[in-house]
């Protein structure tokens, strides 16, 4: 079975210090993992994606990812923060045998001026 | 090109009354989700269709909620009757095919608020 467990349910970051939000997942197939994105009463917009090409994954508005087998993470790191990165952050992990996505509980990234 | 369209936008009811959301896709996008967002909580997904067909709904409340996608296009999600439970945000998406690397676009989603 898959899923994903995100640490820290609130994350505060003063603007301009790097941004890391933790994403560790359980797969019995090697799996594919995503970051999305989801901003006060919008939909879910995707950040990045990890389907078994490069470990170290780059997506837009300057954040990256990177997959470590070894310790089954998926971490999200941005190196300057900026007001306009305030938002919720899920990681989510495909099913093997279709593309049911299986959503971690969120991660609420605040900006501090 | 045009986004995942969901209306309404909000929904306030009583439990046990009915209430219906509905979808469009991006077009061209085969593969069509709904999902339930509740408070606190990532979405989970509640039905999965592939054009008019049902590939996966087994986290779907069945005795209660039913989706269909009659033309293969746009989608409606209903909820008879209405439980307290059931507030959260109902969230579509969609794909241009299935398989574990096509990324799905979302929309707004309905925030449905039962009283």
């Known amino acids: 079975a898959q899923s994903v467990t995100q640490l820290g349910s609130h994350v505060s970051v003063s603007e301009g210090a790097l941004v890391l939000l933790r994403c560790n997942y359980s797969?019995?197939?090697?799996?594919?993992l995503f970051w999305y994105v989801q901003y006060p009463n919008q939909g879910l917009q995707l950040l990045l994606k990890?389907?078994?090409?490069?470990?170290l994954v780059k997506g837009i508005n300057g954040f990256e990812a990177e997959f470590k087998k070894s310790e089954t993470s998926f971490h999200l790191t941005k190196p300057s923060a900026h007001m306009s990165d305030a938002a919720e952050y899920f990681c989510?992990?495909?099913?093997?045998?279709?593309?049911?996505?299986?959503f971690g509980t969120g991660t609420s990234l605040t900006v501090i001026p | 090109e045009a986004g995942v369209a969901q209306s309404p936008r909000y929904k306030i009811i009583e439990k046990r009354q009915s209430v219906a959301f509905w979808c469009n896709p991006i077009?061209?996008?085969?593969?069509l989700y709904w999902y339930q967002q509740i408070l606190g909580q990532g979405p989970k997904l509640l039905i999965q269709?592939?054009?008019?067909?049902?590939?996966?709904d087994s986290q779907l409340p069945k005795d209660r909620f039913s989706a269909e996608r009659l033309k293969g296009v746009d989608s409606t999600l209903k909820i008879q009757p209405a439980k307290l439970e059931d507030s959260a945000v109902y969230l579509c998406?969609?794909?241009?095919?299935?398989?574990?690397?096509?990324?799905?676009?979302f929309g707004p989603g309905t925030r449905l608020t039962v009283l």
């Open positions: 989510a992990v495909s099913q093997t045998d279709g593309n049911q996505f299986y």
């Open positions: 797969s019995s197939v090697p799996p594919y």
């Open positions: 990890y389907t078994s090409a490069a470990t």
């Open positions: 077009s061209g996008h085969a593969t």
């Open positions: 269709f592939q054009n008019n067909g049902v590939v996966d």
């Open positions: 998406a969609s794909a241009f095919a299935s398989g574990r690397s096509n990324e799905q676009f």
